[in-house]
């Protein structure tokens, strides 16, 4: 699938509104034509934190998550023991960490997103942590609303899930991109393979479809990583 530049850079700087809705303690301006049908925060480890958003155009509909910023953030990053994703049918592994922060915040979502048509354009998008989040719930979206045709654009994504829920999420999102920075490690974890010392078990990471890379180098791994150099590189294409 392709997506258009006009509408990648739409989503990235809707990503970059996460983490302004975020510094702004929920505060933000949506893009031009659109407006703002829900705000949402989410539970990390006891902390109740602004996750992300849900806008409406006359014609489509966005759902954004945040990326890492806090510490207990980190911590769920870190939090690689596998879990049952429980909203398919099949015997799917996902990253607990991001499981639980999804987990939190799903039932808000799902309502929200029952109350608008299904027929406009969905797209759901997110950096880092939030690209996590955003694969979690596009997957969800399809296996339990009435949207079917959607769009996942992430950028800087982690890898989510096993090579199960990898498999299940290519079969049934179709129109999936994610967009790597070629000089940023965020993309390379949680590694393939992860032995587990406390339950004497490995875990296995796959990336979901479909790989779209460009190559940009800041000098620091915190800024290969920025929203803003993934923007850039949208940019530069």
């Known amino acids: 699938m392709r997506i258009k530049k006009d509408e990648a850079l739409l989503l990235a700087n809707c990503c970059l509104l996460t983490y302004t809705q975020y510094d702004k303690k929920g505060e933000f301006t949506p893009p031009k034509g659109f407006k703002v049908v829900d705000t949402f925060k989410a539970d990390v480890f006891g902390s109740k934190e602004w996750f992300g958003f849900i806008i409406e155009s006359l014609d489509s509909i966005i759902v954004a998550f945040r990326g890492t910023v806090s510490d207990p953030d980190w911590i769920a990053d870190a939090d690689i023991i596998e879990h049952p994703f429980p909203y398919s049918t099949n015997k799917s592994l996902v990253h607990g ?11 808000q979502l799902l309502s929200k997103l029952s109350s608008l048509s299904a027929q406009k354009q969905l797209y759901v998008t997110g950096h880092s942590l939030g690209a996590a989040l955003a694969v979690l719930h596009a997957m969800d979206i399809y296996e339990n609303t009435d949207f079917k045709e959607l769009t996942l654009f992430t950028l800087a994504g982690p890898r989510v899930g096993n090579g199960e829920f990898a498999s ?7 129109n999936s991109i994610r967009f790597v920075n070629a000089n940023d490690i965020i ?13 004497e078990k490995y875990s296995s990471y796959r990336h ?19 929203i803003y150099t993934y923007i850039k590189g949208l940019e530069e294409l």
């Open 97 to 107: 960490g991001f499981l639980s922060i999804y987990e939190s915040c799903r039932d």
């Open 208 to 226: 979901v479809k479909k790989q779209v890379s460009f190559s940009h180098q800041t000098g620091t791994l915190r800024g290969n990583h920025s």
């Open 168 to 174: 299940l999420y290519n079969r049934k999102i179709k």
């Open 187 to 199: 993309p390379m974890l949680p590694p393939k393979r992860i032995y587990n010392p406390l339950t």
